[in-house]
């Protein structure tokens, strides 16, 4: 089973969410139905950035690797 390393934007905000997922399509359907804290302002939420692993564990490290260095930082670099 693969897991997703996602990012997301919000215009209205001109903010920035990572997280990651299993499936990608639901998580996004619950950002945007205002279902997370951070994210049920600022609808709706597109995806500017996604990465596919293996493991779980892979993709919380690079989850976490993202959100110490900074999402914008992150998206400037690769």
């Known amino acids: 089973m693969n897991f997703v390393v996602y990012i997301l ?31 049920s302002t600022g609808a709706p939420w597109a995806v500017v950035h996604q990465q596919t692993f293996a493991t779980r564990a892979e993709a919380v490290r690079l989850e976490t690797t993202i959100k110490k260095r900074g999402i914008r930082r992150y998206l400037e670099a690769i």
């Open 9 to 39: 934007f919000s215009a209205s905000l001109g903010k920035y969410y990572v997280g990651q997922t299993q499936d990608l399509e639901v998580r996004l359907q619950q950002h945007n139905s205002g279902r997370g804290k951070f994210t």
